[in-house]
């Protein structure tokens, strides 16, 4: 255990609990936290209507969409209402939780 409270990957945890044995864990959430902030850009252009040569929204749809086109396949038509993103970012927020547990 480490006097100071800080573990080898300098990550502060509580000195009465064991240091993280992994590093990667904060490294993955915070992967994650970055891709959930994707997915949400995603549905933003999706609003907005932009081209799709437009820069951004190719790097988005480069991104989101290996994810997304899966689901999609998987859900009902919903009255025009894509509910992939919504799916995808409920699946991010359990693998966080797993991760974190």
């Known amino acids: 255990m480490f006097r100071d409270g800080f ?43 932009l081209s799709p040569d437009n820069p951004v929204v190719r790097v988005v749809a480069l991104l989101t969409e290996p994810l997304l086109k899966p689901i999609r396949k998987v859900l009902p038509d919903i009255g025009g209402f894509d509910l992939s993103p919504m799916v995808l970012l409920i699946a991010i927020r359990l693998l966080k939780f797993v991760l974190v547990r």
């Open 7 to 49: 573990g080898s990957c300098g990550v502060r945890f509580d000195t009465r609990t064991p240091p993280p044995v992994n590093c990667r864990v904060p490294l993955l959430i915070l992967l994650l936290d970055f891709y959930s902030l994707i997915v949400f850009v995603s549905v933003v252009l999706s609003w907005l209507r």
